[in-house]
Each structure stands twice: as structure tokens, then as C-alpha cells.
């Protein structure tokens, strides 16, 4: 494994260490601030929508940049987002520090795919990408299970100084372990690894790879199934403690099941999207659809809760390394396809908390984000089939679909 990889990895944990820390936090945080559960929410759907306009906005600023030097400005301003979040002393202040620190995500896991996907020959792609990724699911089996534990016992302020403290280590792993040459805006020559010869550098031509329909086609679906999964995961902590009967120390260790799937996830989704993509990606959906729609039948148990949130982390996580390397291939390594697709799923985020907040506030329960989540996602499969369906008829006889 080329240690870049790991520095990516790095990067990821700590970034994902804020996006799904606040989830096991939700009903703290609300209480510190006095505001009422959806608004507490908007601390995650915020967060998203604000990930969807960094990711294109600082993308696009950064296209001609050496990729290493934008991925360490991307850390930092990670580092002081979270910063503003540990001290924030009212609700205005820490969703400033939620929203400085998502305009990072976006551009990082964009820049930092193609980084990863140009370290290893073209037959590991997915795998690479899943690697890096790998640090955004660790960071729900260690991170975010420790951060409700730190909550529970030290507060919520003590759980975002630590994801401070880990953005610093990360910063430090990407200056030291990502090659210099892997920085560079054009991925051109030979070298250990697979480079995405001749990927457009100037703003204009990265534009120029939105107009394939498979781009726009692989960002909806990335959309609607981050959206399906998100709308459910962002009131689950209420799941756990109002429908299933956990007590509020139980959160940490279900989130820990839950993070345990999306690890296994992510390492299963890169492996199949590898031998043959769009039919991994259709398995990965139509599962979690099944299974958010089965959770939401069997909330009110406690051993069907366990599996069952589980299974919504290996589901939901197996699309990931598959839709980042399908969109940036229709896009021809175009960087801003990559944000993009971050982005994509970022504001189907957004619309899945602010979904499921809905049906909570229209009174249909603390299970009907599970329900919503499973519409969501259905809407993904249709896309991801339409997807499929164009690119092999457009392609006959090349066999698996890569």
C-alpha cells in the first residue's frame, strides 16, 4: 500500500470525525443550545449544504494548484472550523464553525480520489479510492462512538476539541507521506501508479465534462442514495433511545455496529465495483433500500435493531468507491466532476435530514426517517438502472462494465 494512501486515509478519518460526530451528539447539543430537535438537525443538513457549495466553489478556485498544497489549506481550514465549534457559545457560532469546517470536505475527497486512483495500477482503482475512503468509516467505528462517549461524560465541547486535535495529526500526515508528484494539477508520464493522462486542468474544460449524460445520470444516484441513507442516519440516535428502548449510554456502541458496516462496506464495494461496477452499485442500493424498509417494521426490537443497523452500514457504504470512480471516468478525470459527486451527495444529505425531520414533526414517529430513506433510495435504484442500462447499450460486448 503506497503510504500516500495512508496520509489520505488520515485525512479522511479526521473529516469524517466531524460530519458524523454531531449525530451521536444531536440530543446534547440541542439541550445546550435550547433549540428543538430539527433545529439541532440543521448542525448536520447545514454542514451538507455547505459541503455541496466548498466542494465546487474551492475546487474550481483551486484547479491550476499543486493537489497536495490545496489538500493541506483543505485540512486547515478543518482544523479552525472545528476550532470554532469547541468553543462556540451559541447556536450562530457553531453552525459557523459546522460550515467552515464542511467547505473542506468536498474538495478533499474530490482532489483526493484522483490523487489516490493515480498511486496504484488501473485494475485497483476502486480499491484505492476505498482506501482513502476507509478513514470516513473507521471514523464511525472509533471516532464516533468515541465522541458520544466523551459527550456523555465530559460534554459535547470535549468530543469536538478532540476531532481538533486529530485534524492537526492529519495535517501533519498529508505534508509528510503524499509524493510530491502526485500533487501536480496534470497526471501526466509514467510512474508507480495509474495517472489520468491529460485530465483537464483549466476551469472551461472541467466544465466541458458535465455534459455527459452519464456524469449527471451518476450524480443523482449518488444523491438520492446518500440521501436515503442520511435522512434515516441523522435522527437515529432517537431510533435507538424512543422506538427500539436503548438507554442514551447504548448510542455509542450501536454506532459502532453501525460504523463496523461501512467499513466492511467500503472494503466489499471496492472489490466488486473493480470486476464489474454498475451491477455492485445496483446490489449495493437495492439492499439498503430492502433494509431500511424492514428497519423501519422492526424498530421496536432491540436484537433487529442491532443487525439491521448494520446491514444500513455495508449498504449504504458499498456505492461509494464505485460512484466516485464511475463519475470521475465519464468525466475524464475532470477534478470538478470529482467534487462534484461529493457535493451530490452532500445536498442529498441535506434533503434527507430535512425529510426526515419533517415526518418526525408531523408527527409519524422517530422510525419514519427509515421509511423516507427507503423512498429516497428507491428513486436511486431507477436512476443507477437507467445508467447502466445507456452505458451498456452504448458499449456491446465489452463485458463487465469498469
Known amino acids: 500500500m503506497p503510504s500516500g494512501l495512508v496520509a489520505l486515509a488520515l485525512g479522511g478519518f479526521g473529516i469524517g470525525l466531524t ?25 448536520i443538513s447545514g454542514y451538507a449544504l455547505s459541503v455541496a457549495i466548498g466542494a465546487i466553489a474551492l475546487t474550481a478556485a483551486t484547479t491550476r494548484l499543486p493537489r497536495k498544497s490545496v489538500l493541506v489549506g483543505l485540512v486547515a481550514l478543518f482544523v479552525l472550523g472545528n476550532l470554532l465549534s ?44 476505498a482506501i482513502m475512503f476507509a478513514g470516513l468509516t473507521v471514523a464511525n467505528v472509533l471516532g464516533v462512538p468515541f465522541g458520544a462517549l466523551v459527550g456523555e461524560r465530559w460534554g459535547w465541547r470535549a468530543a469536538f476539541w478532540a476531532v481538533t486535535g486529530i485534524g492537526v495529526l492529519a495535517l501533519a500526515g498529508i505534508v509528510v507521506l503524499v509524493p510530491a508528484w ?39 444516484a449518488t444523491a438520492l442514495s446518500y440521501g436515503g441513507m442520511f435522512g434515516a442516519f441523522s435522527y437515529i440516535a432517537y431510533t435507538f433511545t424512543e422506538v427500539a ?28 465495483a473493480d470486476i464489474d461496477r454498475d451491477r455492485a452499485l445496483l446490489v449495493a442500493l437495492v439492499g439498503l433500500t430492502v433494509t431500511l424498509f424492514v428497519f423501519g417494521l422492526l424498530a421496536a426490537s432491540a436484537t433487529a435493531t442491532v443487525v439491521l443497523v ?6 449504504g457504504f458499498a456505492s461509494v468507491p464505485g ?66 442500462h445507456q452505458t451498456r447499450r452504448t458499449a456491446p460486448g465489452s463485458g463487465p462494465l469498469r
Open 323 to 388: 460512484m466516485i470512480t464511475r463519475v470521475t471516468d465519464a468525466a475524464h478525470g475532470a477534478a470538478l466532476a470529482a467534487s462534484a459527486n461529493v457535493s451530490a451527495s452532500n445536498v442529498g444529505n441535506a434533503l434527507g435530514a430535512w425529510l426526515g425531520g419533517l415526518a418526525i414533526t408531523a408527527g409519524f414517529g422517530y422510525a419514519s426517517p427509515l421509511y423516507v430513506g427507503a423512498t429516497i433510495v428507491l428513486i436511486s435504484v431507477g436512476v443507477m438502472a437507467v445508467a447502466a
Open 182 to 220: 502526485a500533487g501536480q494539477p496534470q497526471e501526466t508520464g509514467t510512474g508507480a501508479g495509474q495517472r489520468l493522462a491529460a485530465a483537464p486542468t483549466s476551469l472551461r474544460a472541467q466544465f466541458r465534462a458535465f455534459r455527459s449524460a452519464q456524469v449527471w445520470l451518476t450524480l443523482a
Open 310 to 315: 448494520f446491514l444500513m452500514g455495508v449498504f
Open 86 to 129: 469547541a468553543i462556540a457559545q451559541n447556536y450562530p457560532t457553531m453552525m459557523l464553525g459546522r460550515i467552515v469546517a464542511a467547505l473542506c470536505h468536498g474538495s478533499f475527497f474530490g482532489i483526493g480520489s484522483l490523487v489516490a486512483r493515480a498511486l496504484v495500477v488501473p485494475e485497483r482503482k476502486s480499491r484505492a479510492v
Open 19 to 43: 460530519e458524523f460526530l454531531i449525530a451521536g451528539l444531536l440530543p446534547q447539543v440541542a439541550s445546550s443550545f435550547s433549540v428543538s430537535e430539527a433545529a439541532a438537525g440543521w448542525l
Open 245 to 272: 428502548g436503548f438507554s442514551t449510554g447504548d448510542v455509542s456502541w450501536l454506532l459502532m455496529v453501525y460504523g463496523v458496516g461501512l467499513v466492511v462496506g467500503n472494503i466489499i464495494g471496492g472489490r466488486a
